[in-house]
């Protein structure tokens, strides 16, 4: 799989981040601290995981005053989306060295 | 490859001029498993679990979680594929031909029990995926 797929799985692997970015994606662009106050988790903690979608470009910020907003980058999915093309090509490749060990084994 | 609205399954299959038990062999003895797929503690035991193991990249430990889900000698064998939080099934099935066995190896991408592997998860990816092409969807 491509490391940029990679970055895409590892940001929403873990299911909090997941309903975050989903939250986003679904209702635009909120604060901090209207995702803190349906996460369920601290703002620290809401804080970290809004990181971590940074850095997969899921998400991106903006400043005003003192909150910062954040909305979701749906165009970062798309390696994700690309999964089955990934493990398609991965799986042919098998296919291939499958192959040629079934031929070797006949020696 | 077949695609639907619930779950995505990616299908290969291939005729290959060897018999049956010589590709049985290469799908479940460790080290041939190793020779032309990753390194594994495979064990044909249905409830047995294993990982694969690939070179770790950037972001990727390498490890393919997996248990060993159904093995019926020669012509079926399924095992879990589970990495990255996302949870997969592969399954081989051999048929033989006249000239030799056909291969078809079915990995489904989600399956439809929701968020099996993620403790205390309200949703799977499965859910996550068709929001988010809706999503997607609404934006072109």
New interface residues.
């Given amino acids: 799989?491509q490391?940029v797929a990679?970055?895409v799985?590892?940001a929403?692997?873990?299911?909090t981040r997941?309903?975050i970015f989903?939250r986003l994606?679904?209702d635009g662009e909120q604060t901090v601290h209207a995702l803190t106050d349906h996460s369920g988790v601290s703002q620290p903690a809401v804080s970290k995981h809004l990181t971590v979608l940074k850095r997969a470009k899921l998400v991106r910020h903006r400043r005003e005053g003192r909150e910062t907003h954040y909305r979701?980058q749906?165009?970062a999915?798309a390696p994700?989306?690309d999964?089955?093309q990934h493990?398609?090509a991965f799986?042919?490749d098998?296919?291939d060295?499958?192959?040629?060990?079934?031929e070797r084994?006949d020696k | 490859?077949t695609?639907t609205a619930t779950s995505?399954t990616?299908v290969?299959e291939?005729e290959?001029p060897?018999p049956q038990e010589?590709?049985w062999?290469?799908l479940t003895e460790g080290k041939?498993i190793e020779?032309?797929?990753m390194k594994n503690d495979f064990q044909p035991v249905v409830g047995h679990r294993f990982s694969f193991r690939a070179t770790p990249?950037?972001?990727?430990n390498g490890v393919i979680e997996s248990e060993v889900l159904v093995v019926e000698p020669k012509s079926r064998l399924s095992y879990g594929w589970g990495t990255?939080?996302?949870e997969s099934v592969v399954t081989w099935t051999l048929t033989p031909t006249e000239g030799g066995t056909h291969?078809r190896?079915e990995?489904s991408?989600f399956p439809s029990e929701e968020?099996a592997n993620?403790k205390?998860?309200?949703?799977g990816w499965q859910k996550?995926?068709s929001?988010?092409?809706r999503?997607?969807g609404g934006?072109e």
């Fill in positions: 799989m490391a990679n970055n799985f590892r929403l692997a873990d299911p997941r309903a989903e994606a679904r979701a749906p165009d999915l994700m989306v999964w089955l493990y398609g799986w042919h098998r296919f060295r499958l192959e040629n060990l079934l084994m | 490859m695609t995505r990616l290969i291939r290959m060897h010589k590709i062999r290469a041939l020779e032309w797929l990249v950037p972001n990727w990255l939080g996302l291969v190896m990995h991408g968020g993620y205390g998860a309200k949703y996550f995926i929001n988010m092409e999503v997607a934006l």
